[in-house]
């Protein structure tokens, strides 16, 4: 007997669904659904709450997180412009990892049904239904616990007091980098860079989705040859 696909309703919450797709679920979630209503993710409603994010809590609830961590690397002696570097280091650092999350985990293939179900709540959701703005930005659960791994990963680097402001440098990376997202999706800019790097971003989304991965910027889709061709992305709209 030939096994019969499996067919996902889309009117029935969808994040215990989308694993029985097995093989098929890679192909499904890269054709995306263009809508401003986003779909229901969990039957429990408190499940479902904390899947939505609306874009402005990101800076709401992040920047005084930046402020401390400036001020107590001052408080522990640097002046304000040795901190201001600290911040540009950041902030470089940050575009990496950007880029690497995007590349490396974001965009893994899978095929079991536990890891297509981690994928589409990792950011197969926002492939399949890019449009919905309030599941684009990272909700602050998630990102509060990623922000342990990520101190650590400063710490390797840095001394105990720039610590605290490379760091706080790296997450007003994130901040700009969420904001800028939410921003290129739901955004008309008329004007460059915004204007190109929407048309860019929505390329990744709509054309090739295996090339730019920056959001911010190409930079490191420049270093690592994973810039679309010229041609393409000044295609996509």
């Avoid at 679920?25 to 899947?51: C, M």
């Avoid at 930079?219 to 010229?230: I, Q």
Wanted: glycine share 6%; hydrophobic share 40%; charged share 15%.
């Amino acid at each position: 007997m030939v096994a019969q696909a499996f067919t996902v309703d889309l009117d029935k919450p969808l994040v215990f669904q989308v694993g029985h797709l097995e093989e098929q679920y890679q192909d499904w979630v890269h054709q995306p659904i263009v809508s401003k209503e986003g779909p229901r993710f969990f039957a429990n409603d408190v499940l479902e709450f904390l899947t939505r994010t609306k874009w402005w809590a990101v800076p709401l609830i992040w920047l005084p997180v930046v402020c401390w961590c400036l001020n107590t690397s001052i408080q522990m002696g640097h002046t304000v412009p040795e901190v201001a570097l600290m911040v540009v280091a950041g902030i470089f650092i940050w575009t990496l990892v950007e880029y690497v999350l995007h590349r490396y985990l974001f965009h893994i293939d899978t095929k079991s049904y536990w890891t297509n179900t981690a994928h589409y709540l990792l950011h197969g959701c926002h492939h399949k239904h890019p449009m919905d703005g309030l599941r684009l930005v990272f909700p602050p659960t998630a990102a509060a616990i990623l922000c342990y791994p990520f101190w650590n990963f400063v710490k390797l680097f840095t001394t105990t007091t720039t610590t605290p402001g490379v760091f706080g440098g790296g997450l007003l990376g994130y901040v700009i980098y969420d904001c800028t997202h939410y921003y290129l999706h739901h955004a008309h800019p008329s004007f460059d860079p915004a204007k190109y790097l929407k048309k860019y971003h929505l390329n990744h989304h709509f054309r090739i989705q295996n090339k730019g991965f920056g959001i911010t910027s190409t930079l490191w889709d420049h270093v690592f040859g994973t810039l679309p061709s010229t041609k393409t992305a000044g295609k996509s709209s």
